[in-house]
């Protein structure tokens, strides 16, 4: 960047007399620097109404999805069949994850986005019409979650791959940290609502009014430009063929963009403390119901916290090595939850635990926005969603065997240890990864 006073110096009037230079703009303020970083939303209308729409839909569908789980309740009056609605959605998401990714690089990405939300659109106005019909059949609702899953499945690698088409490179880790500071938003707030329209209306009150906010990520994907396939820089021969398999035999060939899959999964897989939140609210700290909700809730506002004070991340180059720090710190902070008996320590480190978590993957989203060509980016995104989607529940799995097994107290402490070791490892061995540059990012 020029210096304004060296130009006042160099330039000058007719009558030979310098120009007097322009002042330098001041600082801005430090808690600028530290809030999020507003600049896509301002200088993009396309990513604003993306953003906006995006947001306004997610907390939608947060609202279904309590909703649904309400009405599952009322209907057979067990908690296993409500749990059955988690699995109905998990195995499209981890399907047709890898599938939307593929076919999100062939296709036009607008027009599949405008598909996949119009079939959301469609699937909330269906469970709202068996709501006001009374229909009491979980089946039903079974299959409609099911295909709300498939839908988000297509949906996800297509709009998530259109953002670096929409924004330049420098922008990326401000848009992941704003679409982090959406989902949070709409994770808080979505269940609530839910149960409140559920309590005030009844049933079709939420799945109505997630309908009407599909139309918000509609018109958005509408004004959108056309995104067609063929302009990014991978082989010709992937761009004629796109295919699941190819984009994991590019991604097994990448070690820094694998990296940033494998980091997640030892965050995710061995240090993930959410299932054992029912038994730890009762023997660590006394508490019940309300206490497993505070635990459940904390991860989450640590999360949301992070993206408001996200501004920094767009500073950070060494973004390899920043996942790496991340990420040893989210096992830094559930290990040492696992030896708090004091509720508030507890949730305070689990709150830093969530920051932590969005740092990481704002950093491994950009990483991966940045270094793959535009003709991968959905497939990788197809996999980012099986990774984000699937980690959790072998840490679930995880966790509870060795709670079982030994104590909760060691299934804490023990996943947040082990979490550290694997990061270490992972620094020591992929020397590449730490170095990882964003100026210029390499696969």
Not at 24 to 31: E, G, K, L, M, S
Not at 233 to 259: I, K
Not at 350 to 376: E, H, K, W, Y
Request: hydrophobic fraction near 50%; charged fraction near 10%; charge should be positive.
């Amino acid at each position: 960047m020029l210096n304004s006073k060296k130009v006042g110096k160099d330039l000058a009037g007719p009558s030979g007399s310098a120009i007097p230079a322009a002042p330098v703009p001041p600082a801005a303020p430090r808690r600028r620097r530290l809030l999020a970083d507003i600049t896509p939303l301002r200088e993009n209308a396309d990513f604003r109404r993306l953003w906006f729409g995006n947001t306004i839909s997610y907390i939608g569908q947060q609202m279904t999805a309590m909703a649904v789980s309400l009405q599952v309740y009322a209907i057979t009056g067990s908690s296993f069949y409500v749990g059955l609605v988690g699995l109905c959605s998990l195995v499209p998401l981890i399907v047709f994850g890898l599938y939307g990714g593929a076919v999100a690089d062939a296709v036009d990405r607008r027009r599949l986005g405008l598909v996949s939300a119009t079939g959301s659109f469609v699937l909330s106005a269906a469970l709202a019409a068996t709501a006001l019909a009374h229909l009491r059949i979980v089946g039903v609702l079974y299959a409609i979650v099911a295909l709300q899953a498939v839908c988000f499945a297509m949906n996800s690698p297509a709009r998530a791959s259109m953002t670096p088409r929409l924004l330049p490179p420098a922008q990326l880790p401000a848009a992941n940290a704003l679409a982090s500071l959406a989902g949070g938003v709409g994770q808080m707030t979505g269940p609530m609502l839910g149960g409140v329209f559920v309590g005030l209306w009844g049933y079709q009150a939420a799945y109505l009014i997630d309908a009407a906010a599909f139309t918000a990520s509609l018109y958005a994907m509408w004004r959108l430009p056309a995104m067609l396939p063929g302009e990014g820089d991978a082989d010709p021969a992937v761009r004629r063929r796109p295919s699941v398999m190819e984009g994991l035999r590019y991604l097994a060939a990448r070690p820094n963009l694998r990296t940033t899959f494998v980091t997640d999964l030892c965050a995710m897989v061995l240090a993930q403390p959410r299932v054992l939140f029912p038994a730890v609210a009762g023997l660590w700290y006394g508490g019940g119901t309300s206490t497993v909700g505070l635990l459940a809730a904390a991860p989450a506002v640590g999360a949301l916290l992070g993206s408001v004070f996200s501004g920094w991340l767009g500073r950070v180059r060494r973004q390899g090595f920043a996942v790496l720090l991340a990420v040893g710190s989210w096992g830094a902070a559930i290990a040492v939850f696992g030896l708090t008996r004091n509720l508030l320590l507890g949730l305070v480190f689990l709150a830093l635990a969530g920051c932590a978590d969005t740092v990481s993957m704002v950093f491994r989203n950009t990483m991966l926005q940045s270094a793959a060509p535009d003709d991968m980016r959905g497939r990788l995104q197809g996999v980012f969603l099986v990774v984000v989607v699937g980690g959790p529940r072998l840490g679930d799995f995880l966790a509870g065997s060795a709670a079982d097994l030994f104590t909760p107290t060691a299934a804490v402490l023990g996943g947040g240890l082990a979490c550290i070791a694997a990061i270490t490892l992972i620094g020591l061995f992929q020397r590449g990864f730490i170095s990882y540059d964003a100026g210029r990012p390499v696969a």
